[in-house]
């Protein structure tokens, strides 16, 4: 494989070593982490003036899913417990409330109510694998759009090539990830 990923920030290493994660949840967020730092990447190059948090978003897409290493049922299975569990997990450890949100936050179906740091995270957790998510993106646009003073469509067109980018290596992704155990 070509993967070249970024590693995972010490203190979020850290945590899931006390936790003892499996390694198959270590992998995800290793992919998951590596996408949000690409994506914020681009997002800077493109624009410049976009206000945005990215370390939140790197430690953010880097922890999200922690709670599964509790509930780990939810590693093979659908399930929201792992959300508010992930983000009490967090807290006991002393990570601050305005980064351990992010395991509660990733999966939020309100997503206007959302901070834009959020909405990467999440994203990040969608496009990794491949997928898209229209009405998600379509919310990244609205705001990238209002931040930076430009029309929809003009964001559209630069966030899809992005996306489209990040979304082509999903195979090689989801392979890496499936050749780490439950």
Same mark, same amino acid.
């Given at each position: 494989?070509s ?34 730092g ?16 990215a370390?939140?978003v790197?430690?953010?897409a #880097? +922890? ?5 290493? $509790?509930?780990?049922e939810?590693?093979?299975q659908? %399930?929201? @417990?792992? /959300?508010? &569990? ?26 206007e #109510? +959302? ?5 990467? $995270? ?7 694998? %491949?997928? @898209?998510? /229209?009405? &998600? ?24 090539e992005?996306?489209?980018?990040l ?12 050749s780490? %155990?439950?």
């Open positions: 494989m993967l070249r990923l970024h590693a995972l920030p010490e203190s979020a290493a850290r945590i899931l070593e006390e936790l003892r994660a499996p390694p198959r949840l270590m992998a995800h967020l290793t992919l998951v982490h590596d996408v949000a690409r994506l914020t990447s681009a997002l800077r190059k493109r624009w410049p003036r976009l206000s945005f948090d370390e939140a790197a430690f953010g #880097a +922890l999200h899913d922690v709670g599964k290493a $509790v509930v780990r939810e590693l093979s659908p %399930g929201d @417990r792992h /959300e508010a &569990l992930g983000e009490q997990l967090l807290l006991s450890r002393g990570v601050p409330a305005h980064l351990a949100r992010f395991a509660r936050t990733h999966a939020q179906s309100e997503r #109510a +959302l901070a834009l740091e959020d909405l990467l $995270v999440t994203l990040a957790d969608t496009v990794w694998k %491949g997928k @898209r998510d /229209e009405p &998600l993106e379509q919310e990244v646009r609205r705001r990238v759009a209002a931040a930076c003073g430009l029309a929809p469509w003009e964001v559209f067109l630069s966030l899809d992005v996306l489209e980018r979304a082509r290596d999903a195979d090689e992704r989801l392979e890496w990830q499936a780490h %155990g439950l």
